[in-house]
């Protein structure tokens, strides 16, 4: 079975959009969907008219990081992913998991597009499908198996920010086998539009390379939210 497991803070309106297409998407395959809610979210998102295969997880804290580890320890399947709310997969997006795999992949992430036409997401969308200093980031879609993600532990649950990023080092560090799907998640740009380009990209920069060095999660959390304004953001 695939659990998927979507970590959600105030995203009823995402929500309505994804779960009917991700069921659509998912159907000729065993699967759950479990919506792991952070223990402030206010917007009733388990009203959603949703099949059997959909799960209201309520967790006990706003982390992402916790909030993806209670929703595996919630779940059933034996391959597990992590999609973000403002997400949306491909439609060969379980076809395209269960072959990389099977190909003998122990975890792997997908490139995406924004969904907005600006030509400078563009470029970035384009190093999504490149191993870089930013693979392994939330957006890409993380799919591993569930017997490596427990050898590695899980999600670091003190790591208030980067959780991601860290997760993949100890991949990378324990010789975890994966790949870059190339074939597009649409990606929200409502961090950019909230933002602006230049000043999203330098505080990704900067963030990546504080952590690389040994930043505390603490500091980067602080300055993360000094530099970005993230409109229903978990962390």
């Known amino acids: 079975?695939?659990?998927?497991?979507?970590?959600?803070?105030?995203?009823?309106?995402?929500?309505?959009?994804?779960?009917?297409?991700?069921?659509q998407v998912c159907l000729g395959y065993p699967f759950e969907i479990i919506i792991s809610l952070s223990a402030t979210n206010k917007d009733?998102?388990?009203?959603?008219?949703?099949?059997?295969?959909?799960?209201?997880?309520?967790?006990?804290?706003?982390?992402?990081?916790?909030?993806?580890?209670q929703g595996t320890a919630r779940a059933k399947g034996d391959i597990l992913v992590f999609l973000h709310a403002d997400v949306i997969p491909p439609s060969t997006f379980m076809e395209d998991i269960i072959r990389a795999l099977t190909a003998g992949e122990e975890a792997g992430f997908f490139s995406y597009?924004?969904?907005?036409?600006?030509?400078?997401?563009?470029?970035?969308?384009?190093?999504?499908g490149l191993d870089t200093i930013f693979t392994g980031g939330g957006d890409q879609c993380l799919f591993?198996?569930?017997?490596?993600?427990?050898?590695?532990?899980?999600?670091?649950?003190?790591?208030?920010?980067?959780?991601?990023?860290?997760?993949?080092?100890?991949m990378k560090k324990n010789g975890v086998r994966y790949k870059i799907i190339k074939n597009n998640l649409l990606v929200s740009a409502r961090k950019y539009e909230n933002n602006s380009y230049v000043r999203v990209n330098l505080s990704n920069?900067?963030?990546?390379?504080?952590?690389?060095?040994?930043?505390?999660?603490e500091k980067l959390k602080n300055l993360h939210d000094k530099l970005i304004h993230v409109p229903n953001r978990i962390n």
């Open 144 to 170: 591993i198996r569930r017997k490596v993600f427990d050898k590695l532990g899980g999600f670091k649950e003190n790591q208030s920010v980067m959780e991601d990023f860290e997760f993949f080092g100890r």
């Open 1 to 23: 079975m695939v659990s998927i497991i979507i970590p959600a803070h105030n995203e009823r309106h995402n929500l309505t959009k994804l779960l009917g297409y991700l069921e």
């Open 113 to 128: 597009r924004f969904d907005s036409d600006n030509f400078f997401l563009k470029i970035n969308s384009f190093f999504t």
């Open 44 to 69: 009733n998102s388990k009203m959603i008219p949703v099949s059997d295969n959909v799960h209201f997880l309520e967790c006990d804290k706003k982390s992402r990081a916790i909030q993806m580890n």
């Open 205 to 217: 920069l900067l963030l990546v390379i504080l952590f690389k060095f040994g930043c505390s999660s």
